[in-house]
């Protein structure tokens, strides 16, 4: 192997899926809704109260270190009731033996109450939300069953955790429609007073004849590059340091040569697994398919699963198996070669090149002045904001 990590490199986070891939909306893209598939013979797939206390007790008594962070993730992780929760809890008090305890939940917010913002606030969850820009994008693809759309419901959840004073972030997918209006789907967010973002760009395959195609709300990748370059330019006028987009202090992160915190953009992954109801664990939150199972919690400790030879060869692979093409380029110390879930592509002379190379490629070009700027700042201990004042006197262009 080219690179490799120490099992102990990085704390065991593995995230829960209380209600498996049940949730009260249909959204058209949903990558997990299918994984009910397989488990064909369950049709309760919710976590007993028994695993949740074996999962607790195991995953604190695994940390090395003095604290420890729940996710509790979905489905629609709020397809729970709000007793689970609360015995989730009292066990992770019964058992955290003076450790620091945080908790995050993503929720697709039509389920939120006055009861379920009060209990967040209470016990200081940080809470994802999930949301795509203003009605007409939201309700392109997100809607339930029956196929309503949901956007009305998410803003009076979202007005819920406003008013009880919930931290929260918003998850907003980026896909072939929303990709052309990158000004109106920034300035959305900034209009509700959100001020964490994470745009996840929306890449997904369907089999059709034993091929596999890309899914028409697939997000194309030099739009994808163009919609970054437009909101990082109107970030940089003014809102850094007030506004927070992800990918971009990930970028700079990794231009700084210190981890990333986003797993796209880190050398390896394999850091962070993901339990179904029944205890099944699996690689991660995108490789939920049968050959990435890495056991279950009754046959196997949380801690043999996550530094199993499988799972640091997977962690591995990210970095050792990119193409040449990759290796060369000079953005490679910036992407890493993203997410393994999208390096389907071919570059003529070996597999492995992400989908969203691209625009990837476009973005980081067009952010590089700024990012040595923010760097140099950062590193003569001068606040990154800085870099507005720098962009307004002309330096960049």
């Given at each position: 192997?080219?690179?490799?990590?120490?099992?102990?490199?990085?704390?065991?986070?593995?995230?829960?899926?209380?209600?498996?891939?049940?949730?009260n909306?249909?959204?058209?893209?949903c990558?997990?809704?299918?994984?009910?598939?397989?488990?064909?013979?369950t049709?309760?797939?919710?976590?007993?109260?028994?695993?949740?206390?074996?999962?607790?007790?195991e995953?604190l008594?695994?940390?090395?270190?003095?604290?420890?962070l729940?996710?509790w993730?979905?489905g629609?992780?709020?397809?729970?009731?709000?007793?689970?929760y609360?015995?989730?809890?009292?066990?992770?008090?019964?058992?955290?033996?003076?450790?620091?305890?945080?908790?995050?939940?993503?929720?697709n917010?039509t389920l939120?109450?006055?009861?379920?913002?009060?209990?967040?606030?209470?016990?200081?969850?940080?809470?994802?939300?999930?949301?795509?820009?203003?009605?007409?994008?939201?309700?392109?693809?997100?809607?339930?069953?029956?196929?309503?759309?949901?956007?009305?419901?998410?803003?009076?959840?979202?007005?819920?955790l406003?008013?009880?004073?919930v931290e929260?972030?918003?998850m907003?997918?980026?896909?072939?429609?929303?990709?052309?209006?990158?000004?109106?789907?920034?300035n959305?967010f900034?209009?509700?007073?959100?001020?964490?973002?994470?745009?996840?760009?929306?890449?997904?395959r369907?089999e059709k004849?034993?091929?596999?195609?890309?899914?028409?709300?697939?997000?194309d990748?030099?739009k994808?590059?163009?919609?970054?370059?437009?909101?990082?330019d109107?970030?940089?006028?003014?809102?850094?340091?007030t506004?927070?987009?992800q990918?971009?202090?990930?970028?700079?992160?990794?231009?700084?040569?210190?981890?990333?915190g986003?797993c796209t953009?880190?050398?390896?992954c394999?850091?962070?697994?993901?339990?179904?109801?029944?205890g099944?664990?699996?690689?991660?939150?995108?490789?939920?398919?049968p050959?990435?199972?890495?056991?279950?919690?009754?046959?196997?400790?949380?801690?043999?699963?996550?530094?199993?030879?499988?799972?640091?060869?997977f962690?591995?692979?990210?970095?050792?198996?990119l193409?040449?093409?990759c290796?060369?380029?000079?953005?490679?110390?910036?992407?890493?070669?993203?997410?393994?879930k999208?390096?389907?592509l071919?570059?003529?002379?070996?597999?492995?090149?992400?989908?969203?190379c691209?625009?990837?490629k476009?973005?980081?070009?067009?952010?590089?002045?700024?990012?040595?700027?923010?760097?140099?700042?950062?590193?003569?201990?001068?606040?990154?904001a800085?870099?507005?004042?720098?962009?307004?006197e002309?330096?960049?262009?």
């Amino acid at each position: 192997m080219e690179n490799t990590i120490s099992p102990f490199a990085a704390p065991i986070y593995v995230m829960l899926k209380p209600a498996g891939a049940s949730c009260n909306l249909a959204c058209d893209y949903c990558y997990y809704i299918d994984k009910k598939q397989f488990y064909p013979q369950t049709k309760n797939t919710v976590m007993s109260i028994d695993l949740l206390e074996k999962f607790i007790a195991e995953y604190l008594q695994s940390q090395t270190m003095p604290c420890a962070l729940f996710t509790w993730h979905g489905g629609e992780a709020l397809m729970r009731p709000l007793s689970f929760y609360q015995t989730a809890l009292d066990l992770q008090r019964k058992y955290a033996r003076g450790m620091q305890i945080d908790n995050c939940i993503q929720t697709n917010g039509t389920l939120l109450t006055d009861e379920w913002c009060q209990f967040l606030k209470e016990n200081n969850f940080l809470v994802g939300i999930s949301i795509d820009g203003p009605q007409e994008f939201h309700d392109e693809y997100r809607r339930n069953r029956h196929g309503q759309p949901s956007f009305y419901k998410v803003m009076k959840g979202l007005e819920l955790l406003k008013k009880h004073q919930v931290e929260y972030n918003a998850m907003a997918v980026v896909n072939d429609y929303n990709v052309d209006y990158p000004l109106e789907f920034y300035n959305f967010f900034k209009k509700i007073e959100c001020r964490y973002i994470q745009f996840t760009p929306i890449v997904e395959r369907i089999e059709k004849n034993g091929k596999h195609e890309l899914a028409p709300f697939t997000v194309d990748s030099v739009k994808w590059g163009d919609f970054l370059c437009a909101v990082f330019d109107e970030w940089i006028k003014a809102d850094v340091g007030t506004y927070f987009v992800q990918l971009f202090d990930a970028t700079l992160a990794n231009w700084m040569d210190v981890p990333p915190g986003i797993c796209t953009l880190a050398r390896t992954c394999g850091h962070a697994g993901v339990m179904e109801f029944n205890g099944d664990l699996y690689a991660c939150d995108h490789f939920v398919f049968p050959q990435y199972k890495r056991g279950n919690i009754y046959t196997k400790t949380i801690t043999e699963m996550m530094y199993s030879p499988e799972q640091i060869q997977f962690g591995n692979d990210k970095f050792d198996k990119l193409p040449p093409c990759c290796r060369q380029c000079d953005f490679l110390f910036a992407c890493n070669g993203e997410c393994p879930k999208n390096r389907f592509l071919n570059d003529g002379n070996a597999p492995g090149l992400n989908y969203l190379c691209q625009g990837y490629k476009r973005f980081f070009a067009h952010v590089a002045p700024y990012m040595d700027f923010m760097k140099h700042e950062l590193l003569a201990q001068r606040p990154a904001a800085n870099v507005m004042q720098w962009r307004a006197e002309g330096h960049a262009f």
